[in-house]
């Protein structure tokens, strides 16, 4: 019985880390002065440059390097306009890094293009330009895309972190591997246990 709990427990963990996925983008890959676009979506930036297809594409923000960007060498910044982030998938946290010249506004909605509902939404001056620090937007309900308003070209952000709703849908082998060496340990505890109890009461 107590190696059955213990199985159990430890399946239940492995559930819980898959739960907690993420999708992290630090914009490095992006040449600089681009502006993003589909570069993590499957698409391309400005000048074509392709990246990894992590379910996100961008609609207003470029690439620059040389402020207080958290990991070196790039971030972006609101070019003009609103500036959207748009996810293929459902998120259920957001956080990211920002150093703004001037006071705005980052809103996550339950649609595309800042549609839906108003899930959350941060407003004032966030962080220093040149020394950018960790801003997280707390809610409840589903995110499919987060808005940064305010004056144009001074909204620096880095490193988004979109926390995956049901650990991003299917997962990995190697935790499908885990899982089912976890469910043996409990099949074979609870035939020992059944086997145990014929002894005894034979």
């Given amino acids: 019985m107590k190696y059955a709990l213990l199985?159990?427990?430890?399946?239940f963990a492995l559930s819980t880390a898959a739960?907690?996925?993420?999708?992290?983008?630090?914009?490095?890959?992006?040449?600089?002065?681009?502006?993003?676009?589909?570069?993590?979506?499957?698409?391309?930036?400005?000048?074509?440059?392709?990246?990894?297809?992590?379910?996100?594409?961008?609609?207003?923000?470029?690439?620059?390097?040389?402020?207080?960007?958290?990991?070196?060498?790039?971030?972006?910044?609101?070019?003009?306009?609103?500036?959207?982030a748009n996810t293929t998938f459902g998120f259920t946290g957001f956080s990211f890094t920002a150093g703004f010249?001037?006071?705005?506004?980052?809103s996550v909605f339950s649609g595309l293009n800042g549609s839906g509902t108003?899930?959350?939404?941060?407003?004032?001056?966030?962080?220093?330009?040149?020394?950018?620090?960790?801003?997280?937007?707390?809610?409840?309900?589903l995110?499919?895309?987060?808005?940064f308003v305010g004056p144009d070209a001074t909204l620096g952000v880095d490193d988004f972190n979109f926390t995956l709703a049901g650990g991003g849908g299917v997962p990995e082998p190697a935790t499908w591997a885990m899982m089912l060496i976890g469910f043996g340990i409990v099949g074979g505890a609870m035939r020992g246990r059944k086997a145990s109890i014929r002894v005894t009461y034979a």
């Fill in 7 to 11: 199985a159990i427990a430890a399946s």
């Fill in 19 to 84: 739960h907690s996925a993420s999708v992290v983008i630090d914009f490095d890959g992006v040449p600089t002065n681009d502006l993003v676009n589909g570069f993590y979506s499957g698409g391309t930036s400005s000048s074509g440059a392709t990246g990894p297809n992590l379910g996100v594409d961008f609609t207003g923000f470029q690439t620059t390097s040389g402020f207080g960007e958290t990991s070196p060498p790039n971030l972006a910044f609101n070019a003009g306009g609103p500036a959207f």
């Fill in 101 to 106: 010249f001037a006071p705005g506004t980052v």
């Fill in 118 to 141: 108003l899930l959350g939404s941060i407003t004032g001056l966030l962080g220093d330009p040149n020394a950018f620090a960790l801003q997280t937007i707390t809610f409840t309900g």
């Fill in 143 to 147: 995110g499919r895309s987060v808005t």
